[in-house]
């Protein structure tokens, strides 16, 4: 384990399990469809990444990467398009796969876009916060509900540190207070 990492809330293996469990609730809802997998980077590029190998069906790999936060780690509630889809999103099934669901602001404002956008959009995330939730979002499919901690690993970073660790893990405070 990491020194700056205080423990490992979520291991290889349950996050190996989760992830199949959530492919076999999308393979079975999709089931014959063309499926555009929308990966939000940076952070869901991991998740995203072994969620695509085991999808049962015609999938179309697309990536946006936006942001809804101002200075520090405090939501603005605006979305921000760092990197637009770069296929038309009209009248598909569009799946966003989301490493983790915190206040939901970002992922609100991007739902709503996608929306305007002609998608017919659905959420797959494989952490929640629910109790740092600003904003409903309604999402189909949800790995694991976690406690209000800072968590790194697994494509969740922290100042672009951590993200390949195999594991999630609780960030020791006084590395991100200081």
Request: net charge negative.
């Amino acid at each position: 384990m990491i020194d700056a990492v205080k423990e490992i809330l979520i291991d290889e293996e349950t996050i190996r399990k989760t992830v199949n469990d959530l492919a076999k609730r999308i393979n079975e809802d999709y089931k014959g469809k063309n499926l555009v997998l929308l990966i939000i980077l940076k952070g869901s590029s991991v998740f995203a990444s072994d969620l695509a190998r085991k999808l049962n069906m015609d999938v179309t790999l697309e990536f946006m990467q936006v942001s809804s936060y101002g200075s520090g780690s405090v939501s603005s509630g605006e979305i921000k398009i760092l990197k637009d889809a770069q296929i038309d999103l009209n009248g598909r099934d569009v799946l966003i796969a989301e490493d983790i669901i915190d206040s939901g602001n970002t992922l609100n404002a991007l739902v709503k876009l996608l929306q305007k956008r002609g998608a017919n959009v659905e959420i797959c995330t494989l952490l929640s916060k629910p109790s740092r939730r600003e904003v409903q979002v309604d999402v189909k499919y949800t790995g694991i509900e976690i406690p209000d901690e800072f968590v790194v690993g697994y494509g969740l970073d922290y100042a672009e540190k951590f993200r390949q660790l195999p594991y999630i893990g609780i960030l020791k405070r006084e590395v991100y207070t200081n």
